[in-house]
């Protein structure tokens, strides 16, 4: 066991029995809270209190399935999202967060109930007396890392952030992280973001990863249709980011590039390990154009990098951890194929094949209460595949709010994907046109 995985297994027993404590410790502050002047701990004054509830019908029609390799998946769901925030100041520089977040999940088909909760947020919050531009956090965090585009999710972490410029009249931030993804698995971030202007800024960013889940055999277990590899994995993955906001006349340009590098230890029964070596690079750029108040376009291209033979030489598909990319919503966001995909590692692409996906994007406000998205991508292959054809597919995605008042609102999406000739290929003629619909309604208090 290295020392990095050491450090993470015995801080994620405190962190655990801290989440516990901040529970206990922000109940005791609400009884006992009241008026600012009435010598209670807490002043009810310093309490933030917010509740979102989300309730929707989902529509899941004709999606690919990777098990049965076809276009089969129908599934119909009706969802109650809550998300409980609540926030406490304990004194002049601490505060502490509790956040949940709750699941209630009826599958209408098989007529199955279930229920998920899991803490996003349980820390406390320190800011230095003298420096107060400086602030630590503990416990378990809400943590997005590269705008999504490699890791978002919770995790138990210990978090530092500096606003220099607050500090020195510098327009410098930093912000450092070090949390426990999972079990074994230390994760390491870092970065420095340099302001031109309120809108416009560059940020630098390293990350670093210990992986020691069986994240990379996963993968390759995954490419054996008959199921003859049985893979353990360790290995180490680090990621080099940039990322540029800036105006160019009227056009907001927003760029980001990352390079991937590492090594995965691939061991199966009986046989000699193997060292894997993983070199990817990921680019997203979006330009952004105001028509009028009501109107604005986003032309945008996603490139992750793939690899056309990956049993043979360097692995070059981009790794990310945890991403969250929602570039579209059926391809991209989690419903069309997580089957290389964990909380602990996995593509970002999709498919080992990888993506280029150029797009455009409209927002319209017809009203102050309504707001419309459209979104239209091209996705194809970034290392040919061969016989199967460059193209996955089209994807058109249209959703739209309504404002009720300022705590209700009407949520509705449609969104199209059309396979292309790699999945016709793929599924041997079994390829079908996927459609997902969701109407709701959202509450914020």
Request: net charge neutral; hydrophobic share 40%.
């Amino acid at each position: 066991m290295d020392r990095y995985t050491w450090l993470t297994n015995t801080c994620s027993g405190c962190l655990r029995s801290g989440a516990f404590f901040i529970v206990i410790l922000l109940v005791c502050t609400q009884l006992t809270a009241g008026p600012a002047l009435s010598g209670t701990i807490v002043a009810r004054d310093d309490f933030d209190f917010r509740l979102m509830v989300n309730d929707r019908f989902h529509t899941f029609n004709k999606f690919y399935d990777y098990g049965n390799n076809d276009f089969s998946s129908t599934k119909n769901y009706h969802i109650t999202y809550i998300n409980p925030y609540l926030s406490a100041r304990l004194g002049p520089n601490m505060r502490a967060v509790l956040e949940l977040e709750t699941d209630l999940i009826l599958d209408i088909d098989r007529r199955d109930f279930y229920e998920a909760t899991e803490v996003r947020n349980a820390y406390l919050q320190y800011m230095i007396p003298s420096v107060n531009w400086v602030s630590f956090t503990l416990g378990r965090q809400a943590l997005r890392t590269i705008d999504g585009l490699l890791y978002d999710y919770n995790a138990p972490a210990l978090k530092a952030y500096a606003d220099i410029e607050r500090g020195f009249d510098i327009p410098l931030k930093t912000q450092l992280f070090i949390a426990k993804i999972s079990e074994r698995s230390p994760y390491f971030h870092s970065q420095l973001t340099y302001n031109f202007s309120f809108l416009e800024s560059i940020s630098f960013a390293y990350d670093w990863l210990r992986e020691n889940n069986d994240g990379m055999a996963r993968i390759f277990n995954r490419l054996d249709s008959e199921q003859q590899f049985d893979f353990n994995s360790d290995g180490t993955i680090q990621w080099y980011s940039c990322s540029v906001e800036k105006f160019v006349s009227k056009i907001l340009l927003q760029a980001t590039a990352i390079y991937e590098r590492g090594y995965a230890n691939l061991r199966e029964k009986g046989q000699p390990k193997r060292k894997l070596k993983t070199e990817g690079y990921l680019f997203y750029v979006t330009a952004d154009y105001s028509f009028s108040k009501k109107l604005l376009g986003t032309l945008f291209c996603y490139l992750s990098s793939g690899d056309r033979d990956p049993l043979k030489g360097t692995f070059t598909t981009f790794l990310a951890i945890d991403p969250y990319v929602d570039i579209t919503n059926i391809f991209f966001n989690g419903g069309f194929d997580r089957q290389f995909s964990s909380r602990n590692l996995g593509l970002n692409g999709v498919q080992l094949n990888g993506v280029v996906a150029p797009g455009v994007t409209l927002y319209y406000r017809p009203t102050r209460r309504m707001s419309l998205k459209g979104v239209y991508a091209y996705l194809i292959t970034h290392k040919g595949a061969g016989v199967m054809g460059n193209a996955y597919g089209w994807e058109t995605d249209f959703m739209g709010s309504y404002d009720i008042n300022e705590h209700w609102q009407l949520i509705a999406e449609v969104n199209i994907f059309t396979p292309g000739h790699y999945f016709k290929e793929l599924t041997n003629g079994a390829d079908h046109v996927s459609s997902e619909i969701l109407a709701g309604i959202t509450y914020n208090f």
